[in-house]
């Protein structure tokens, strides 16, 4: 172990004889407080329990840290996968069809799969795919100062971090007009 793995042990041990729980409490009770941002949970540590600000701090990272990893055991399961299951799994291959697109834009591509769509980014956000209804995936695009016109239509009462939104109901809706808003939304992105 080294000093400084062995010091930050040490910290973790004084604050839990200081401040009476183990950090495995500590933890418990920052994630049932719902607060998530760092120094959120500074101040609820230093205000409700007296906690010194380094004590506070350490305990808000170390409880991050656990977050995490929680989250990369939850994200062992295919995010996609369970966006398409039940009455939307006949969309998956809409979905293919759009991602074997988009992954022919270059290598700089970052899916970002979140609770009901996935978000494709490069150097920002620039698509979305949401399985809307069991019959509909919603593609959301960033296509700034592009007027919006029949199938490519305003996203304003969909989601205000796109400027468009196209419906696609099948396969055979990937069309050169879809790939080629794609592409320059894709491009904008860079």
């Known amino acids: ?3 400084v793995d ?3 042990a040490a910290q973790i041990r004084n604050i839990e004889r200081q401040y009476g729980k183990s950090l495995d409490e500590w933890i418990a009770l920052i994630k049932e407080s719902g607060l998530t941002k760092h120094t959120e949970v500074v101040a609820m540590l230093k205000n409700r329990y007296g906690m010194s600000h380094g004590s506070a701090h350490r305990v808000a990272l170390k409880a991050r840290e656990a977050d995490a990893a ?7 399961r295919d995010p996609v996968s369970e966006l398409y299951s039940g009455n939307k799994a006949g969309l998956k291959p809409l979905h293919d069809a759009l991602m074997a697109v988009i992954t022919t834009f270059g290598d700089d591509l970052e899916l970002a799969p979140k609770k009901g769509y996935v978000s494709l980014r490069r150097k920002k956000q620039f698509a979305m795919i949401q399985p809307t209804t069991a019959s509909r ?6 296509l700034k100062d592009v007027p919006a016109t029949g199938r490519l239509e305003s996203a304003a009462s969909f989601n205000a971090l796109f400027t468009h939104r196209v419906r696609l109901n099948a396969v055979s809706d990937v069309d ?5 808003w794609l ?8």
């Open 70 to 76: 929680s989250l990369v055991k939850a994200s062992s």
């Open 176 to 180: 050169a007009q879809v790939v080629a």
């Open 6 to 8: 062995e010091g930050l």
């Open 137 to 142: 995936i919603d593609l959301g695009l960033v």
């Open 1 to 3: 172990m080294s000093t």
């Open 183 to 190: 592409k320059q939304a894709y491009d904008l992105a860079g």
